[in-house]
């Protein structure tokens, strides 16, 4: 069965280091997404990707963050100057209209900083 | 705006007794509903989801919910509760499009002898 991948499965990084965080979405898939989870609270969106550009973003997708679909088949978010806060795990997820828009969810990149 | 409301962060259940988490809605659009069950250190999978047609969804693992519109809520239900049920549950609620999920806050299931 098809399925989201990402790399690395933990990342430890230096504050004010950048970071750039892989998924591999599902091949036909059209949408693609990253979440955030911070330790023991929900799961926040953070953007949305589509035909390459950003079809939507949250409050917490700053200047800090950007995302690229550098070929065919990744996904990248990459974090600018990183702070203690962006401690998280973050989910890549993908969608399509046949699978009426059902999002697939990676195992997720546990980011720490430092 | 959508949002969801998630009561109890923990429930503790015996093994073989009903698991009832819940989950209450708010959408100005009518709401597609789901489920994910996150297993420790993994990541979020789909347990079921509730676009439009039957109110009472059944997904896997034995896990079922019913999308009660008059209580805008989308409980989620399993007769007999098993070990490896042990988890976290999020509800989450989308426009059905290809928006983003808003998601709940989580309940943690815990399933004792």
Known sequence: EPEVTQTPSHQVTQMGQEVILRCVPISNHLYFYWYRQILGQK??????????????????????????????????LKIRSTKLEDSAMYFCASSAPRGGWEQYFGPGTRLTVT | AQSVTQLGSHVSVSEGALVLLRCNYSSSVPPYLFWYVQYPNQGLQLLLKYTTGATLV???????????????????????????????????????TASKLTFGTGTRLQVTL
């Open chain 1, 43 to 76: 799961v926040e969106f953070l953007v949305s990707f589509y035909n390459n550009e950003i079809s939507e973003k949250s409050e917490i997708f700053d200047d800090q963050f950007s995302v690229e679909r550098p070929d065919g088949s990744n996904f990248t």
């Open chain 2, 58 to 96: 059944k997904g896997i693992n034995g896990f079922e919910a019913e999308f009660k519109k008059s209580e805008t809520s989308f409980h989620l239900t399993k007769p007999s509760a098993h070990m490896s049920d042990a988890a976290e549950y999020f509800c989450a609620v989308n426009d059905g």
